[in-house]
């Protein structure tokens, strides 16, 4: 057998009288000329596995038992020094972050020739030249030989990194989260680099993602990870037709997409259990919507529910009919029953009421670019240049771009966290541009803003209580009591329970984390939420929750969304238009059903192109 | 008989002492705090830290009860006041500050380091260590003139505590506040204080203090007679050591801070903060200090420790605290000449480096208690 097989393995971390088992009895094989993709939340294991066959793992954490033979070889018998020779030779790895897996003081050219010569043993001329054949066969030019990471972008680099990879001229590349850092044009570039190279070179592809589109545009065969075990294990095309997990059925149904507009998104309730946990059994017993007795009392085999077809479920081979409906129905992502009280929106965007809430007339934010000795002015950089939108009570604009277009510049100059440079910004009908001190600040009350990343957005020292009571402190005249009383009913709003109030952010999850922030956007009553990228750091199912009390708390307060993301399926499930957005302009503006359908400018095609989930492996 | 005395540094103790009465009076029913507090004491090793401090401090406030006695009147005349000022600690120990030997002795001898002609019970003249005044009874020795080695330790944990906190005292609002406003606000105010303590690093600290020093001892020789006392002059020299070492040793911690709040700024929950208009000294007071207390904790308990040293190299110098006061800077300062000559004198360093351990140790064990139970992160942690 070729390729590499990983047979029951499991990882324990001994913490102070505890095990936790991050990954427990994991098996699956990735052939030659074969790509796997290892698919799953944050906390799964998935990345543990992958360290773990590399022999990677951190301080602390040991192989407790399994093999992983890489053609015929077994891994974890080789002395160290025989690892070394493997590791980046026959399996190699790349990671999620270029910017950090690039030594910057080095040429990337330097770094794939050290490579060479550790594991082909390539001196002088030799090496340089299969240095350029490297780099040109991950697409990049000549040129690069001189280039440090600072002078390429981030898809250059994880080229870059992917030609130093090569250079060992692996069996098995091993590739975790390869774009999550990447903008989707550059994503798409990089994943179909990858497959390329995986087809000419015959190299097996281990893909560790968390993107359900991502995993069915590049996989063979998929492995569905959950709470540190595979639970569903099968080719690609029949995963996507006929998942059988329920957990894997959940995660298609959370998925927010055009076709679900005006739709509740199907809910993932509860958390994963932590890695120390005790099961009698199923794991996902506890969230499952198809759970009986069984399943809390039986641990479920990995059984074949069809030939090349595993799945870790008792429902999977019992044929009962009772079962297989009820999956299926949460399978077709169909609204269910306790969804109702959004159905009677479905389909048809909901009415805006007609005040407009934000209008910002030709905006510009410029950034003096200063050289020399007196720094002086030379240029200046348009983060921001010439935007005009406007948004009415009730509505959401989502704003689409990739990074550096100035999103969250315009953002920040709308709310005047940075000062415009030009044009002007009226909220509920009153320019911002005149206003300073008291009135400015009075009028704060009425925008607010989700900030994209829930760990920087809390600070750490402060009690949920007091983050909450900040800005209603700030900007309402309400005396302690009904401030208090008022976070109470914030948390109930947010579905936070209520002894929230007394503790620190680190005790909660990033969803959990993000619906605090939410919370102490809405303590002072905005009128205009600017949501950044409010779900990007999130996982699916809690981007679904998230996403759920969004469109429940505008219709609740007839709150203007300005949701600025660069996730294509979230604007086509939560807004009413869209406004794409490229090197500080606004490039194309409109109802989304036109914009997503019927893109008139070409980057907006080139958006909807690369959005990973539509093209087939076989393209190029 | 005698009459209370407040030197300048016992008032600012006094006031110090004061404050921190009142802050605690105030957060009293802080439930945070107490938390916090309970946290610290619940550790084996915050406990007995805490102890070994108070235990100090303890000392150095005995130290700081100063009285001056009244001398035998003279007939028809009011009794004048001794110009010897003691404290209270110095009664406490009155055994073994009067028990003085005649120059060194080892520590728990019988006999003088130093041989001597004495005359033997048979009338004739030898040379031989002469047997001590109090044998045995000098834990740590005795020094060159004679005193008790554990009672110079004991008077030099005042000045020690009082360079240590009063220059911290001095130097943290440079530091907090020059440092933190320097990130937070960036720009012009970043340029300027930046510039101010590049060159305050620029120029060599010693002759900084030195110069200072010397204009202080001016203004004392100018205006002698409100310092009456050699311990009035000595303490004024001390307090001046304080101020000039806060005033030019915040550089440092500025940097750090610095650094760390232009990370911060950057965050979004101080963004967030802005978007409700909650003006820039609240962000500072509440969003950027706490952030930056564990820096602070750290660099102010390692400071110290290099304070306590510093007053030893300018007493080496010479223009450190008085020659005549009893201070570890000293005591190791009078150890350099006592290690070149043969045989070697050892106890006086080794006291002095004993008692300094103890100190910074458990002050560097005890804020590390502190800084973790201030974290929200270690909170619930075994």
């Not at chain 1, 990870?225 to 690609?236: F, H, L, T």
């Not at chain 2, 760390?260 to 000294?281: I, N, Y």
């Given at each position: 057998m070729n390729g590499l097989v990983v047979e029951n393995l499991r990882i324990e971390i001994p913490v102070s009288g505890r095990t936790l088992v991050p990954v427990d009895g994991v098996s699956f094989r990735v052939g030659t000329n074969e790509c796997v993709a290892l698919l799953g939340e944050s906390g799964c294991g998935k990345s543990m596995t992958a360290l773990a066959l590399m022999r990677l793992l951190p301080e602390g954490a040991r192989i407790a038992t399994g093999h992983v033979r890489l053609a015929e070889e077994e891994l974890f018998a080789l002395p160290e020094a025989a690892m070394v020779a493997v590791r980046g030779g026959r399996l190699a790895m790349i990671f999620q972050e270029p910017q950090s897996s690039l030594n910057p003081v080095m040429t990337v050219a330097g770094q794939i020739a050290e490579a060479l010569a550790a594991h082909l043993g390539l001196?002088?001329?030799?090496?340089?030249?299969?240095?350029?054949?490297?780099?040109?066969?991950?697409?990049?030019?000549?040129?690069?030989?001189?280039?440090?990471?600072?002078?390429?972008?981030?898809?250059?680099?994880?080229?870059?990194?992917?030609?130093?990879?090569?250079?060992?001229?692996?069996?098995?590349?091993?590739?975790?989260?390869?774009?999550?850092?990447?903008?989707?044009?550059?994503?798409?570039?990089?994943?179909?680099?990858?497959?390329?190279?995986?087809?000419?070179?015959?190299?097996?592809?281990?893909?560790?993602?968390?993107?359900?589109?991502?995993?069915?545009?590049?996989?063979?065969?998929?492995?569905?990870?959950?709470?540190?075990?595979?639970?569903?294990?099968?080719?690609?095309?029949?995963?996507?037709?006929?998942?059988?997990?329920?957990?894997?059925?959940?995660?298609?149904?959370?998925?927010?997409?055009?076709?679900?507009?005006?739709?509740?998104?199907?809910?993932?309730?509860?958390?994963?259990?932590?890695?120390?946990?005790?099961?009698?059994?199923?794991?996902?017993?506890?969230?499952?919507?198809?759970?009986?007795?069984?399943?809390?009392?039986?641990?479920?085999?990995?059984?074949?529910?069809?030939?090349?077809?595993?799945?870790?479920?008792?429902?999977?081979?019992?044929?009962?009919?009772?079962?297989?409906?009820?999956?299926?129905?949460?399978?077709?992502?169909?609204?269910?029953?306790?969804?109702?009280?959004?159905?009677?929106?479905?389909?048809?965007?909901?009415?805006?009421?007609?005040?407009?809430?934000?209008?910002?007339?030709?905006?510009?934010?410029?950034?003096?670019?200063?050289?020399?000795?007196?720094?002086?002015?030379?240029?200046?950089?348009?983060?921001?240049?010439?935007?005009?939108?406007?948004?009415?009570?009730?509505?959401?604009?989502?704003?689409?771009?990739?990074?550096?277009?100035?999103?969250?510049?315009?953002?920040?100059?709308?709310?005047?966290?940075?000062?415009?440079?030009?044009?002007?910004?009226?909220?509920?009908?009153?320019?911002?541009?005149?206003?300073?001190?008291?009135?400015?600040?009075?009028?704060?009350?009425?925008?607010?803003?989700?900030?994209?990343?829930?760990?920087?957005?809390?600070?750490?020292?402060?009690?949920?209580?007091?983050?909450?009571?900040?800005?209603?402190?700030?900007?309402?005249?309400?005396?302690?009591?009904?401030?208090?009383?008022?976070?109470?009913?914030?948390?109930?709003?947010?579905?936070?329970?209520?002894?929230?109030?007394?503790?620190?952010?680190?005790?909660?999850?990033?969803?959990?984390?993000?619906?605090?922030?939410?919370?102490?956007?809405?303590?002072?009553?905005?009128?205009?939420?600017?949501?950044?990228?409010?779900?990007?750091?999130?996982?699916?199912?809690?981007?679904?929750?998230?996403?759920?009390?969004?469109?429940?708390?505008?219709?609740?307060?007839?709150?203007?969304?300005?949701?600025?993301?660069?996730?294509?399926?979230?604007?086509?499930?939560?807004?009413?238009?869209?406004?794409?957005?490229?090197?500080?302009?606004?490039?194309?503006?409109?109802?989304?059903?036109?914009?997503?359908?019927?893109?008139?400018?070409?980057?907006?095609?080139?958006?909807?192109?690369?959005?990973?989930?539509?093209?087939?492996?076989?393209?190029? | 008989m005698m009459k209370p005395l407040l030197l300048w540094s016992d008032s600012l103790i006094l006031l110090l002492l004061a404050a921190l009465a009142a802050l605690l009076w105030l957060a009293r029913h802080n439930e945070a705090l107490r938390g916090h507090w309970r946290q610290v004491m619940r550790s084996r090793v915050g406990r007995v830290t805490a102890l070994i401090l108070s235990l100090y401090i303890g000392i150095g406030l005995l130290d700081s009860a100063h009285y001056v006695e009244r001398l035998p009147a003279a007939p028809g005349q009011p009794a004048p006041f001794s110009g010897e000022v003691r404290s209270a600690l110095d009664w406490l120990l009155t055994p073994i500050r009067v028990s003085v030997e005649k120059t060194y002795s080892a520590p728990l001898a019988e006999r003088l380091y130093a041989k001597e002609s004495v005359m033997g019970p048979d009338g004739v003249e030898r040379r031989d260590y002469p047997r001590l005044l109090h044998p045995g009874a000098h834990w740590f020795g005795t020094d060159k003139v004679g005193q008790d080695v554990l009672y110079l330790s004991l008077k030099s944990i005042r000045t020690g505590l009082l360079i240590g906190s009063l220059t911290t005292l001095v130097m943290l609002p440079f530091a907090l506040g020059l440092g933190i406003s320097a990130g937070y606000f960036g720009g012009r105010v970043d340029d300027i204080i930046q510039y101010l303590y590049t060159t305050l690093n620029s120029i060599p600290g010693v002759l900084l203090i030195a110069?200072?020093?010397?204009?202080?001892?001016?203004?004392?020789?100018?205006?002698?007679?409100?310092?009456?006392?050699?311990?009035?002059?000595?303490?004024?020299?001390?307090?001046?050591?304080?101020?000039?070492?806060?005033?030019?040793?915040?550089?440092?911690?500025?940097?750090?801070?610095?650094?760390?709040?232009?990370?911060?700024?950057?965050?979004?929950?101080?963004?967030?903060?802005?978007?409700?208009?909650?003006?820039?000294?609240?962000?500072?007071?509440?969003?950027?200090?706490p952030n930056v207390m564990h820096l602070v904790l750290i660099t102010v308990v390692l400071d110290f420790s290099g304070l306590v040293l510093a007053e030893a190299v300018l007493s080496y110098v010479g223009v450190g605290v008085d020659p005549g006061m009893i201070s570890f800077g000293n005591m190791i300062n009078g150890a350099r000449l006592e290690l070149a000559r043969e045989p070697v004198v050892w106890w006086q360093l080794a006291a002095s480096f004993l008692f300094m351990f103890v100190l910074v140790l458990a002050a560097n064990l005890f804020a590390d208690q502190v800084r973790v139970a201030l974290d929200p992160k270690s909170r619930g942690r075994a």
């Open positions: 001196q002088g001329a030799a090496a340089q030249a299969e240095t350029v054949r490297l780099l040109e066969a991950v697409g990049l030019t000549r040129g690069h030989i001189t280039a440090y990471p600072f002078q390429l972008s981030g898809g250059q680099r994880q080229r870059a990194l992917i030609a130093m990879m090569l250079a060992g001229e692996p069996e098995l590349l091993i590739a975790d989260e390869p774009t999550t850092a990447l903008d989707v044009t550059v994503q798409a570039q990089i994943l179909a680099l990858l497959r390329s190279l995986q087809r000419q070179r015959g190299m097996g592809l281990l893909l560790i993602t968390h993107d359900l589109d991502v995993a069915r545009d590049m996989a063979d065969r998929v492995a569905v990870m959950y709470a540190g075990q595979i639970v569903e294990w099968a080719s690609r095309d029949r995963l996507y037709s006929t998942p059988s997990h329920p957990y894997t059925q959940k995660l298609f149904a959370v998925l927010p997409r055009l076709e679900r507009r005006g739709q509740r998104l199907d809910s993932l309730p509860g958390r994963v259990p932590p890695p120390d946990s005790v099961f009698t059994g199923c794991r996902f017993a506890e969230r499952c919507p198809a759970a009986f007795g069984r399943c809390h009392e039986e641990i479920p085999a990995f059984q074949e529910a069809a030939p090349g077809h595993y799945v870790r479920c008792h429902l999977a081979t019992s044929g009962e009919p009772r079962g297989a409906s009820g999956e299926r129905q949460v399978a077709s992502g169909e609204p269910r029953v306790a969804s109702g009280e959004r159905q009677v929106a479905s389909g048809e965007p909901r009415v805006a009421s007609g005040e407009t809430i934000l209008e910002v007339l030709d905006l510009t934010v410029h950034f003096p670019i200063r050289r020399g000795l007196f720094r002086r002015t030379v240029g200046s950089f348009k983060a921001v240049d010439g935007v005009s939108l406007s948004l009415q009570a009730g509505e959401t604009l989502a704003l689409v771009g990739e990074s550096g277009c100035g999103k969250s510049t315009l953002a920040r100059a709308i709310l005047r966290l940075i000062e415009p440079t030009g044009g002007s910004v009226a909220v509920a009908g009153e320019a911002l541009a005149g206003l300073n001190g008291e009135a400015l600040r009075r009028k704060r009350a009425e925008m607010q803003i989700v900030f994209q990343d829930p760990y920087a957005s809390l600070n750490p020292r402060m009690r949920i209580g007091d983050i909450l009571e900040e800005g209603m402190a700030a900007l309402l005249p309400l005396a302690a009591a009904p401030r208090r009383a008022r976070v109470k009913a914030l948390l109930d709003q947010v579905g936070l329970p209520l002894d929230a109030a007394g503790r620190y952010p680190h005790e909660f999850s990033g969803g959990q984390r993000q619906r605090i922030a939410i919370a102490r956007a809405l303590a002072v009553q905005p009128k205009l939420l600017i949501l950044d990228e409010p779900t990007s750091a999130l996982d699916v199912s809690v981007q679904a929750q998230i996403l759920d009390l969004l469109a429940d708390l505008q219709e609740a307060h007839g709150l203007a969304y300005l949701f600025i993301t660069h996730n294509l399926p979230v604007v086509a499930y939560l807004a009413q238009r869209v406004a794409v957005m490229r090197a500080g302009r606004i490039v194309e503006e409109g109802p989304v059903e036109q914009i997503l359908t019927a893109p008139r400018h070409e980057y907006t095609r080139l958006l909807l192109d690369s959005a990973p989930g539509h093209c087939a492996p076989d393209e190029p | 110069a200072a020093v010397l204009v202080v001892q001016v203004q004392i020789e100018a205006h002698a007679e409100l310092f009456n006392t050699a311990a009035a002059r000595s303490d004024v020299r001390l307090l001046a050591l304080c101020g000039i070492l806060g005033v030019t040793g915040w550089t440092g911690l500025a940097r750090l801070l610095r650094a760390e709040s232009l990370k911060l700024r950057e965050l979004e929950f101080v963004l967030a903060a802005r978007a409700f208009g909650v003006g820039h000294g609240r962000i500072l007071l509440r969003h950027l200090l």
